[in-house]
């Protein structure tokens, strides 16, 4: 594969834009659903809580959300226009009742009062954060006091065998990770490094790994 064409894949998998956008999307959708998963149950999210996802993508996957307790509020951040369409045309119902908001953002400042979130959740965004730990205070800020941050990414040993990550990607293994949070006031209450089987881009399957590093203020 061409240099150009790997740097557009890179592109549309940070920002997805037009048709391609949507069928990277629906592939990102399949392919991460389990770290989806993964990262809301190590939420362990409670009746009432407040939740946050930064780079929801298409949101398909918000309905299993609010299937895990009652009296949930679900607020979705992403950078992508066209994300931010698709996630409300596909979760039009809990839109409509309230019960699920998406907004854009610029993916440096969240835009909510401090001490807002109960929980807040992100996958496979980590790679494209500009300034990491700044970020990290970002979240912080907006999470009530013992609120909780699942932080689930695919691991640098893994990600560095996909010719497309050497642009617009910034590679973690879990260590990497956890001297990033060490920079800040949060604490890991929680490590999970997980295996799991994916088809690759010609339909084999191949072994991911990942690590779900769940974070207290």
Known sequence: MKNVELQAIASQLKHPTGEKGIEMANMMHETNINMTLHSIQNLNLAKGNKVLELGHGNARHVSHLFQQT???TYYGLEISDL???EAQQ?????VANKKASFF??????????DAFFDKIFTVNTLYFWKEPEKFLLEIYKVLKE???????FAEESFMKQLPFTRYEFELYSTEKAQELIQKTPFKVIKKEISTEKIKNKTG??????FTTLVLEK
């Open 104 to 113: 854009l953002y610029d993916g440096n400042h969240i835009p909510f009062q």
């Open 90 to 94: 596909i979760n039009n119902h809990f």
């Open 146 to 152: 013992k609120g909780v941050f699942s932080l689930t």
């Open 70 to 72: 009652d009296d949930l």
């Open 83 to 85: 994300m931010f369409y």
């Open 204 to 209: 084999e399957l191949v072994e991911r790994a």
